[in-house]
RNA sequence: GCCACCCUAGCUCAGCUGGUAGAGCGACUGAUUCGUAAUCAGUAGGUCGCCGGUUCAAUCCCGGCGGGUGGCUCCA
């Protein structure tokens, strides 16, 4: 029998027999390394620990200790998910089911649709057998043996003829579960400690809808109970979180029934906060050399024809309004409105750059299945902006852009950011417009600029839009999700539909470059990731409420009312609590309000002309004077302080 | 748009296999004047999302519509 040599990661190294399974050197090495082995790793490549390895080789033992072991685990979990399935109801055809980033799903087509109750009877299954560890097989078959082995599971017969090559493997799993797999798994059942299935949902074969939809079950899965139930408790954590939630707690904001869907109601309180965001990103547009505009709604048809909306993007539009003299289309973006305004007059190239800047309100029509709160509306309002120059201005500009992108994540708070850096195909596909010099000039103006500005943007090909590639800025919120934010992008189709023009300094008319960019993206949706960011606990400069008078009895009621009267000369938003109610009440209300400052003020405080300052998250801070208070909270405003 | 689920008082939610509804909070009224997260008592409040069907009888069963939630798809 031959030999072959082992590596491990120590460096030591072992003869051992061809065809020896990891497991048993994990054995050799110790019962308790054997026992946690999940899968392994030879010559880098993902193995079974049951897999024989047949020659010389590198071995690295993965136990839950390792990260990569978590897939192996999770799509392990999976199969058992199937398995249990199959048990139950035998006549179920087996869609995919991978390992996805927080746990995994598999797809099933059968003729009756699942309920929450068969979830239960399921998962009360796959606890079943994960107790009799039955062992994941790996089995070797050929084409043509497996498409006759499946010819009654169609959705697997596709994926043999798409993907198999003409020897594939196959997971069994008990009797009745067979799987095209590529694995590895881990080694049986047991070794699935902790998971939970969590929803059911549709879902179109391949991701097509023009495929059978089919029914998805998600679940998820962690090495130890204590991580699944941590992970559980983060999604509580996000369900209080939830922009739709506190907006109706906090009375920031509605969505009406009678008005219709994805249209959006700022209260008075969400009102309050939408002007502080506003007002600060014009300041910054006159700061940063931005001109303010302010266009229509809507426009004739005729407009949305030359910039090719009427065409491309007629999906996501709403319906024209027919008037007397044409049809209108209501505006789903800004862009061409910017570009009217360029084009209204001859540009010398000594006007440009030209900046323009709006708070544009645009309507799309979106599908109602994906409405989402704040997230995903049908009418919002863009921070929109097009800058238009010439190639020598170019780098600049967007160096500029992304640096405001950067300051203003900043102003909120946020610390941690992705950039991507969306590029184009290279041109092979005649998808995209512009020619290779443009699109070369684009990118590399983007790269430079993200170098400059030491931001770390990750590449991604064939991502571009069709008109020009750009960069999107993806915010991390204080529980670790992101969100599409910025978004720089270049374009070159706008300019040409509408030929514009500026006298270079040859005397010629030349193509201006245009750039388009929105930082908080949409008002709307960049309320709701605050809301969601502070849990509804806004920065002093941003809560409705700055502070709230509480007085003890209404001996203090006219004192109570003197010092609102103070903070409001002040510029500062406070009210009174004044109801017969005892302060318990008043501050638990004002907490739960999230108000971050309360002002209790009793006999004490009236005699010697004092405030009893709570604050909303470090409680009581003992009695001030008025000024004292006033400066305090003056500071925070002043300097937009992102926590008090 | 598609699949599944949900819609009961202002809010959050109960309501067993069909016999037209209940709690807590809130609102209102009264009492209480009180020191850092809920004072007590009383009163009012619902065509059970809307329309239709089955039934002696529908909040409950069936169908349609509207809205929402989780996904899918889409997101130029």
Redesign the pocket.
Known sequence: MSHIEITLPDGSKQSVAAGTRPIDIARGISPRLADAALAAKVNGEMFDVTRPIEQDATLQILTARDPESLEVYRHSAAHLLAAAVLELYPETQLGIGPPIENGF?YDFDRPT????DDLEKIEKKMWEIQARALPYERVLTSKEEGLKKYSEAWMKCQLIEEKAGEVFTEYTLGPRFIDFCRGPHVPDTSKIKAFKL???????W????HNK?L??I?GTAFFSAKELDAYLKQVEEAKKR?H??LG??LDLFS?Q?LA???LIFFHPKGGIIRKQLEDWMRDQYLKRGYSLVYTPHVARIDLWKTS??A???A??MFTPIKLDDADYQLK??NCPFHILIYADRQRSYRDLPVRLGELGTVY?Y????????LF?VRGFTQDDAHIFCTPDQIENEVVDCLQFAIDTLAAYGFEKYDAELSTWDGGTSG?YDGTPEQWAMAEGALQRACDKLKVAAKTIPDEA???GPKIDVKLVDAIGRKWQLSTVQFDFTLPRRFGLEYIAEDGKAHQPLMVHRALYGSIERFFGILIEHYAGAFPVWLAPIQAIVLP????QTEYARAIQKQLDDAGIRATVDD???????K???A??QKIPY?L???????ENGLV???N?KH?????KSIAGFLAEIKALIDSKAVSE
């Open positions: 799903y649709s699942f309920t929450p969590l929803s059911i949902a549709g879902a179109y391949k991701g097509d809808e939809q029914q998805r998600y939830d739709r939630k109706k707690e969505i029934e219709g869907p994805g090719g909306h065409n491309f993007y999906a996501n789903p973006m799309r979106e599908r109602s299945g994906v409405l989402n709160g995903r998808k839009a069709f008109y003890i009895t209404d001996r109801r017969n109610e005892k302060v318990n009440l501050i638990r209300e907490q739960m309360m209790v003020v009793g006999d004490r405080e009236q009893a300052v709570r909303r409680a009581d801070q003992g009695a």
